[in-house]
């Protein structure tokens, strides 16, 4: 983790100055970045951190370390897949999938809730779940999946302007990996980026 996210932190904010949202998340994933406390660590501070916990063992005992770890250093936590972990731990937010997304409906309102998105419709279905952010992705060719169908700039910037007409921040996440990309998402209004690769050597 040698790159400069204190100076990838400020690009992104750029994007959209007038925002009062967090400009930069990260995310982990089991096989490029599985560890969750490197991840937060490298973090400039203001920033949030997606652990996709999915599989992790014990959930419970990681999640309030993390947590703890988050808080100390003025970042956020957000657990992907695991709600229930919200009530029990004073979790700040939820992640969840676009399949997901009506599950929204059964987290407590004070919970932080972002949402992947991948079309209008998508959009659309988390504004009304009651959504606060959406994760808008693939943008650019990535990593996690090659090959894939991305959306482009210009699609991104028509959901991050569906996105804001419903009072929801939009992320661009996908291959994004540094800031001549973030750059390149100048004018689309998005409030921030996502991603691994962001953390990546």
């Known amino acids: ?24 998340i990260a ?23 997606i652990w ?6 014990p959930l ?7 947590t703890v770890a988050a ?3 003025g970042c956020i936590l957000i657990v992907a897949g695991s709600p229930r972990l919200a009530g029990r731990l004073g979790i700040v937010g939820i992640h969840l999938p676009e399949r ?12 932080l809730v972002t949402a992947a998105c991948h079309s209008e419709r998508a959009v659309i279905e988390a504004a009304r779940a009651g959504a606060d952010a959406v994760l808008i992705s693939p943008v650019l060719p990535t990593e996690s ?3 894939g169908k991305v959306l482009g700039i210009a699609r991104l910037a028509r959901l991050a302007a569906l ?27 998005i409030a921030g980026v996502a991603g691994i690769s962001l953390l990546l050597p």
């Open 163 to 189: 996105a804001g007409a419903l009072g929801m921040p939009a992320y661009a996440l996908g291959g994004i990996t540094d800031e001549i990309h973030i750059r390149r998402l100048r004018g689309t209004g």
């Open 60 to 66: 419970y005992e990681t999640a309030r370390r993390l």
């Open 27 to 49: 995310m982990t994933d089991p096989e490029r970045l599985p560890d969750p406390y490197a991840a937060l660590a490298a973090l400039p501070p203001g920033s949030a951190l």
């Open 71 to 73: 808080r100390g250093k």
């Open 100 to 111: 997901d997304i009506a599950r929204r409906r059964n987290i407590a309102a004070h919970v």
């Open 145 to 147: 999946h090659p090959g």
């Open 1 to 24: 983790m040698r790159k400069d996210l204190e100076r990838i932190a400020r690009a992104a904010r750029r994007l959209n100055p007038d925002s009062a949202s967090v400009a930069l």
């Open 52 to 57: 996709r916990a999915y599989d992790e063992t």
